[in-house]
């Protein structure tokens, strides 16, 4: 079976400090893989996907970025945080079917950051 | 890109209830228009989803209702349980690879 992790489950920095958020699946090959962000009364929104190593695709300008380094990988990072990043972090992976969108996403557990 | 709008944002119900929760899209889609259930700290988990081409799907005690016509759906929930109280996103597809547009959530509470 497939199953997503996501670490740190909590994390405080100052303000300007740099964040690494990670996320790795397995039990799978190959999958679409996304950032979202949950702020409180905006829901959630969609920050990066990658649909393969190396390949990331920005939804929203901002002081994020992303990287895939291996098939099952997905890291967010920052080099200064604002205190505008403070959120909750979630990173979701997909497969399509016969290349139709399924409208599934399995999300991770989430990371809660907290810029100060 | 896409827009997705949820009504209401909060909802009590007493056990036994039938909330019902609204959301309108604006952009035409034709891949599935799931919902979503979050518990507090933790992830959201797919509900239910329906595709644009039937009006209604029923999973045990959920519910979708979908009118193409209106871009609307929405969820009902019968027979409510206390442990149904949650947060319900609606998502609405855009363009391709499992990209959804998520409403801001409605937090519905069960009351025993």
């Known amino acids: 079976s497939q199953t997503i992790h996501q670490w740190p489950a909590t994390l405080v920095q100052p303000v300007g400090s740099p964040l690494s958020l990670e996320c790795t699946v397995e039990?799978?090959?190959?999958?679409?893989l996304y950032w979202y962000r949950q702020a409180a009364g905006r829901g959630l929104q969609l920050l990066f996907y990658?649909?393969?190593?190396?390949?990331i695709s920005s939804e929203v300008p901002q002081n994020l970025s992303a990287s895939r380094p291996q098939d099952r990988q997905f890291i967010l990072s920052s080099k200064k945080l604002l205190l505008s990043d403070s959120g909750f972090y979630l990173c979701?992976?997909?497969?399509?079917?016969?290349?139709?969108?399924?409208?599934?996403?399995?999300f991770g557990e989430g990371s809660r950051l907290t810029v100060l | 890109q896409q827009q997705v709008k949820q009504s209401p944002q909060s909802l009590i119900v007493q056990k036994g209830g039938i909330p019902i929760i609204n959301c309108a899209y604006e952009?035409?889609?034709?891949?599935?228009f799931p919902w979503y259930q979050q518990f507090p700290g933790k992830g959201p988990a797919l509900l239910i989803a329906i595709r644009p081409d039937v009006s209604e799907k029923k999973e045990g005690r959920f519910t979708i209702s979908f009118n193409k016509s209106a871009k609307q759906f929405s969820l009902h929930i019968m027979d409510s349980q206390p442990g149904d109280s949650a947060t319900y996103f609606c998502?609405?597809?855009?363009?391709?690879?499992?990209?959804?547009?998520f409403g801001k959530g409605n937090q519905v509470v069960v009351i025993p």
């Open positions: 998502a609405a597809p855009y363009y391709g690879n499992n990209r959804l547009a």
């Open positions: 952009n035409t889609a034709f891949d599935y």
């Open positions: 039990g799978t090959s190959n999958p679409n």
């Open positions: 990658s649909v393969g190593i190396g390949q």
């Open positions: 979701a992976w997909s497969n399509l079917k016969r290349g139709w969108n399924t409208g599934e996403l399995f």
